[in-house]
Antibody, heavy 117, light 111 residues
Framework: EVHLAESGGGLVQPGQSLRLSCATSGFTFGDYAISWFRQAPGKGLEWVGFIRSNVYGGGTTELAASVKGRFTMSRDDSKGIAYVQMNGLKSEDTAVYYC???????WGQGTLVTVSS | DIVMTQTPLSLSVTPGQPASISCKSSQSLLHKDATTFLYWYLQKPGQSPQLLIYNVSSRFFGVPERFSGSGSGTYFTLKISRAAADDAGVYYCMQGIDLPTFGQGTKVEIK
C-alpha cells in the first residue's frame, strides 16, 4: 500500500526557516518524482514544486514563482524521503503542506506551517 | 501559467440525483503523446485531496462508478450519476501538462 507522511511543520517567525519531510513507503521511491502542494487556511490548492526522479529526471526541481529563491527541494532515495527546505518564510507561506507521488494519485495527510510573529 | 476555471463554485444536490461540474483550461491539455492531463480531486473537510479521475476519464483505484469524467482539449466535465451523502466536499480540477494549476474549487453540499 502506498503511503506518504509529511512532518516538520510548526510555528515560526517571519524570516525564519523550516524543513519539511515526506516519508514514503509502498512504491519504488527512486522511480518517481515527488510533488509538494499547499493550502492556505480556507483557500484552494496551490502547487509548490516538484523534484524529479534521480534515475529519470536527474533529480532536478521545478518551483512555483511564489517560492523560487526561498525554497529548495531534495530527496534521499536510500531512505525514501523527500524534503523541502523553506527559508525566508513569509506570512503568506502559512498553509497545510502536502506531498504527493509523481502520479499525483497519492497524497499525505499534510503538515501545518504557520508563519507569524 | 495555465488558468483553470470551474463552474459552478457551489452546488447543492439531493441524494440520488445527478450532479455535474465543469472545468475549462486556458490552453489545451492534450500532450503530443495523446494523453490529456486533466485530474479531478475531492477534498472532504479536514482531509487531504483524494484523486477521483485522471487523464480526463480514468477512475482512480477504489473510486465508485457513479463518478465519471469526460471532455477534451480545453473543456472537461465531472459527473456524479447518483449523489451520495459521502460525496460532500470541495471538488478541484487540476492540469498536469504544464506546472500544475488548479481550478478554484466547487463546494458540493448533499441535502
Amino acid at each position: 500500500e502506498v503511503h506518504l507522511a509529511e512532518s516538520g511543520g510548526g510555528l515560526v517567525q517571519p524570516g525564519q526557516s523550516l524543513r519539511l519531510s515526506c516519508a514514503t513507503s509502498g512504491f519504488t521511491f527512486g522511480d518517481y518524482a515527488i510533488s509538494w502542494f499547499r493550502q492556505a487556511p480556507g483557500k484552494g490548492l496551490e502547487w509548490v514544486g516538484f523534484i524529479r526522479s534521480n534515475v529519470y529526471g536527474g533529480g532536478t526541481t521545478e518551483l512555483a514563482a511564489s517560492v523560487k529563491g526561498r525554497f529548495t527541494m531534495s530527496r534521499d532515495d536510500s531512505k525514501g524521503i523527500a524534503y523541502v527546505q523553506m527559508n525566508g518564510l513569509k506570512s503568506e507561506d502559512t498553509a497545510v503542506y502536502y506531498c504527493s507521488d509523481g502520479t499525483y494519485g497519492y497524497w499525505g495527510q499534510g503538515t501545518l506551517v504557520t508563519v507569524s510573529s | 501559467d495555465i488558468v483553470m476555471t470551474q463552474t459552478p463554485l457551489s452546488l447543492s444536490v439531493t441524494p440520488g440525483q445527478p450532479a455535474s461540474i465543469s472545468c475549462k483550461s486556458s490552453q489545451s491539455l492534450l500532450h503530443k503523446d495523446a494523453t490529456t492531463f486533466l485530474y479531478w480531486y475531492l477534498q472532504k473537510p479536514g482531509q487531504s485531496p483524494q484523486l477521483l479521475i485522471y487523464n480526463v476519464s480514468s477512475r482512480f483505484f477504489g473510486v465508485p462508478e457513479r463518478f465519471s469524467g469526460s471532455g477534451s482539449g480545453t473543456y472537461f466535465t465531472l459527473k456524479i450519476s447518483r449523489a451520495a451523502a459521502d460525496d460532500a466536499g470541495v471538488y478541484y480540477c487540476m492540469q498536469g501538462i504544464d506546472l500544475p494549476t488548479f481550478g478554484q474549487g466547487t463546494k458540493v453540499e448533499i441535502k
